[in-house]
């Protein structure tokens, strides 16, 4: 609906929205904390409000009290709860949207990762020497150099092996990820100390890359990786702490205020350092009231019955900041690793299909533990043939456990088989999908596996809502930068930089399907629907104001950054 009308018939609706806020128990009940009568914290006037609410879409006002929305509609109908304390911020017309939700994101390793050698977007095999040289710079001998977001793409293709490193990392060992985190490269010194050599064997579910002479390079791919991490000295608390601080603040810069946290977990790392981070860090930072966005945590499959206890302990919502969500696998690995799973091989390694991470037997039954139990299940499938084993294992979940309001994600859904997208729609599965992703693939996909088959399969957001999938936006972070605005604004053009058209155009998707996945579908994406994703009455205060001073100039120009932030109705940023 154009923003005119909708913010004309937003005065007619106005009551009777406001009639069933205190008339219904399902709705009333949200709102204990609002009885009439009570006054406003704040009133928010003069705005261009997008609820992401289908019972209002567009809203001139907005009035929050203790945190949650008060009311939603126009001025004169928010006004009467004006009193002597009230604060009334006029926005002249600013666009307001939800607070974005991230559904897909490592939200430590992202806090981390800002303090680390930065690779991210990285062009050339010169500049990726230099941004480690200088890093070097501020070692003692026999300290570690980490850091990642590199993409051997943006310079041609030829992957960092040890010997790009050794001559400026002599007394260093060095762990450099790449951007999708299923490969990394190490120095001569790191490979030394976790005995890395010539005779050890991949294993299961990784590689050791090699020379010709058999000799290991320096890369390793999924679960090889874990033969350098074991010897990484731990990261301590306190380091953990600050990366959580660094990134929520990093988060709400860009105007996210609830994340899909899916842990510090990776093929072949260990399952312990996601429930050290809940105890140590979330539950910390929330005794010490220093959280600042929303939490959505997943925790490794394996460990799905400690879920299950902690749920039936504390119960889902542990508080305002924090939920619980699920647990979540990895079947396959990632394109740019040649390791993410498909029918057809790679073209430019014409012996590797990928790799298949886990046993189906083993996922399958863990699944349905997890699921009779209650819990939401995420997992990781990025090549055609792994999203398709997984629809086929969804199937049978709901054959043996039965129908129900599950909402089974599958995250990255990247490349789909032709009959894929409309499978999604018979469970009302999830697609957590990553828009920027595609910024990065557009130019590399055809040299993994074709260009037909990269522009048949890849990135079917259109595809999939049409299917009836259910699509939550994220970034991934720290593999790409968290930031909706550019995400949504990639949906809709799917324009990499330097590109006059689009990639794979019909898959484009509107502005609208695009702010719903980034809000209202993210929330429903992880059960938190209630009380975040839209501007509704008794949901959480949490929106962003945008430069933007119309609907018409926010449509026709998407900006590049938010103006404000607010989480429970009080400014978190700037």
């Known amino acids: 609906m154009p923003a005119h009308s909708a913010l004309l018939a937003a005065g007619a609706a106005a009551l009777a929205v406001v009639a069933a806020v205190f008339l219904f128990p399902g709705t009333a009940s949200r709102l204990p904390w609002a009885p009439r009568g009570g006054f406003a914290d704040m009133i928010l006037a003069n705005a261009t409000i997008y609820t992401a609410d289908p019972a209002r879409p567009f809203a001139a006002a907005m009035a929050v009290r203790s945190g949650r929305l008060l009311r939603v509609g126009t001025y004169d109908s928010v006004k009467e709860f004006k009193g002597r304390h009230t604060y009334e911020l006029n926005l002249s017309g600013n666009v307001v949207l939800p607070g974005f939700i991230d559904s897909h994101v490592h939200l430590i390793d992202g806090g981390l990762q800002l303090a680390r050698v930065p690779l991210r977007g990285v062009r050339s095999k010169d500049v990726f020497i230099s941004r480690v040289k200088e890093a070097v710079r501020d070692k003692h001998p ?80 999924d679960a090889a990786m874990k033969l350098v991490l ?73 460990t799905w019955s400690r879920v299950s206890d902690l749920i039936h302990e504390k119960g889902r919502l542990l508080n305002e900041w924090i939920h619980v969500g699920g647990v979540k696998a990895f079947l396959d690995g990632s394109l740019g690793s040649t390791s993410a799973l498909f029918y057809e091989p790679y073209e430019d390694d014409p012996l590797s299909f990928g790799l298949q991470l886990i046993d189906m037997d083993v996922l399958l039954n863990a699944t349905l533990e997890s699921d009779k139990s209650g819990l939401q299940v995420a997992v990781h499938a990025i090549g055609d043939k792994a999203n398709d084993l997984l629809l086929d294992m969804l199937d049978e979940v709901v054959n043996l456990n039965g129908m129900k309001d599950r909402r089974f994600r599958i995250e990255h859904a990247q ?98 399907d695009s702010l719903k996945a980034h809000t209202i579908s993210a929330a429903d994406a992880c059960f938190l629907d209630p009380v975040v994703g839209s501007l509704s009455e008794g949901k959480y205060a949490d929106f962003v104001v945008l430069p933007s001073t119309s609907w018409k100039e926010f449509s026709d120009d998407i900006p590049g950054h938010v103006l404000a932030t607010y989480v429970n109705g009080k400014q978190a940023y700037p």
């Not at 312990?272 to 930072?285: H, L, N, T």
């Not at 018979?426 to 522009?455: M, Y």
């Not at 299917?467 to 949906?491: C, E, R, Y």
């Open 142 to 221: 026999g300290q570690w150099i980490r850091g990642g977001g590199w993409n051997n793409d943006f310079w041609g293709g030829d992957f960092p092996t040890a010997a790009w490193l050794d001559e400026i990392c002599p007394d260093n060992p060095v762990w450099l990820s790449r951007m999708d985190g299923h490969m990394g490269v190490a120095n001569s010194l790191a490979m030394k100390i976790a005995g890395i050599d010539k005779n050890t064997n991949d294993p299961v579910g990784g590689t050791v890359v090699r020379t010709t002479e058999r000799e290991p390079n320096g890369l390793l791919v």
């Open 415 to 512: 490349h789909l088989a032709p009959s894929a997208a409309k499978r999604f729609g018979e469970h009302n599965t999830i697609a957590s999908v990553q828009p920027d992703h595609l910024l990065d693939d557009a130019e590399s996909a055809g040299k993994k596996i074709g260009v037909e088959r990269a522009e048949r399969s890849s990135y079917l957001f259109q595809s999939l809502l049409s299917g009836g999938a259910h699509l939550a936006f994220g970034s991934d972070w720290p593999v790409s930068d968290i930031n909706p605005l550019q995400a949504i604004k990639t949906a809709i053009s799917r324009k990499p930089p330097g590109w006059e058209v689009p990639w794979i155009p019909t898959e484009r998707l509107p502005l609208e």
């Open 230 to 302: 074991d010897v990484i000295p731990d990261v301590s608390i306190d380091e953990r702490r600050e990366a959580l601080l660094r990134a929520s603040r990093h988060a709400l810069m860009r105007g996210v205020t609830t994340v899909v946290d899916v842990g510090s977990y990776f093929p072949g790392m260990s399952e312990k350092q996601p429930w050290q981070d809940f105890s140590d860090i979330y539950e910390w930072a929330q005794s010490m009231g220093k959280m600042m966005i929303r939490v959505c945590l997943f925790f490794p499959l394996p």
